[in-house]
């Protein structure tokens, strides 16, 4: 079965510092990998996916198959990155097509 | 205004009853979905659906039920056999060809 896994259910940092949310996967085959981001009162959207390899607000994830991760970092920190971020893995074939599995979140805190 | 809509916001329920909370979405997704979002513990797939008529346990399904019979709606029964259902419901949709998820506001459910 899958799991994905995150260690930290918080982190600090302060503005300006980088920093490093941990992602954890565990799936025989080849899943999707996504980071999902709740702002205070705001719903769960999308922050990015490990297909489009893109960088969205300054964040970026490399999928690493080898060590099964795929860690969320940016280099400098905003006060407004403070949220719940969450990591998620998508099954893309299989009898569990479509299986849409989340971690446990992390809550990142930014201090000015 | 296109989107994912539940409802109530928040269900106050009895125990030993059965509740139902609706999903709608008018974004025309073929997929949707039902987690449960609990402190510490993220979100965890209770059931999902790929395509009217068909639908998937997640990892917690026990003491739920749903059906798919349009696909605009996914409505979720929690039922009495569900020990603990006090918690906060998600209810979220996807495209088959576009794999990001759309969330709904949540249900936040009160067992008194």
């Known amino acids: 079965a899958q799991r994905v896994t995150q260690p930290e259910k918080l982190l600090s940092v302060f503005k300006g510092a980088p920093v490093e949310l941990k992602c954890n996967y565990s799936y025989s085959g080849s899943p999707e990998l996504f980071w999902y981001v709740q702002y205070s009162r705001q719903r769960l959207q999308l922050l990015l996916r490990?297909?489009s390899r893109e960088s969205i607000k300054g964040f970026t994830a490399d999928l690493n198959k080898g060590e099964t991760s795929f860690h969320l970092k940016k280099p400098f920190a905003q006060e407004e990155d403070s949220a719940m971020y969450y990591c998620?893995?998508?099954?893309?074939?299989?009898?569990?097509?479509?299986?849409?599995?989340f971690g446990q979140g992390t809550i990142l805190t930014v201090h000015p | 205004d296109g989107g994912i809509t539940q409802s109530p916001k928040y269900l106050f329920r009895k125990e030993g009853q059965n509740v139902t909370l609706s999903c709608e979405q008018n974004?025309?997704?073929?997929?949707m979905y039902w987690y449960r979002q609990d402190p510490g513990q993220g979100l965890r797939l209770i059931y999902y659906?790929?395509?009217?008529?068909?639908?998937q346990k997640g990892d917690i399904a026990e003491g739920y039920s749903v059906s798919r019979e349009k696909k605009e709606s996914f409505p979720l029964t929690v039922t009495s056999a569900q020990k603990n259902p006090t918690a906060f419901y998600l209810c979220?949709?996807?495209?088959?060809?576009?794999?990001?998820?759309?969330f709904g506001q949540g249900t936040r459910l009160t067992v008194v």
């Open positions: 998620a893995l998508k099954i893309v074939g299989g009898t569990s097509y479509g299986k849409l599995t």
């Open positions: 490990h297909i």
């Open positions: 659906s790929q395509i009217v008529n068909d639908f």
């Open positions: 979220a949709s996807t495209s088959l060809m576009n794999t990001e998820a759309f």
């Open positions: 974004l025309n997704h073929d997929a």
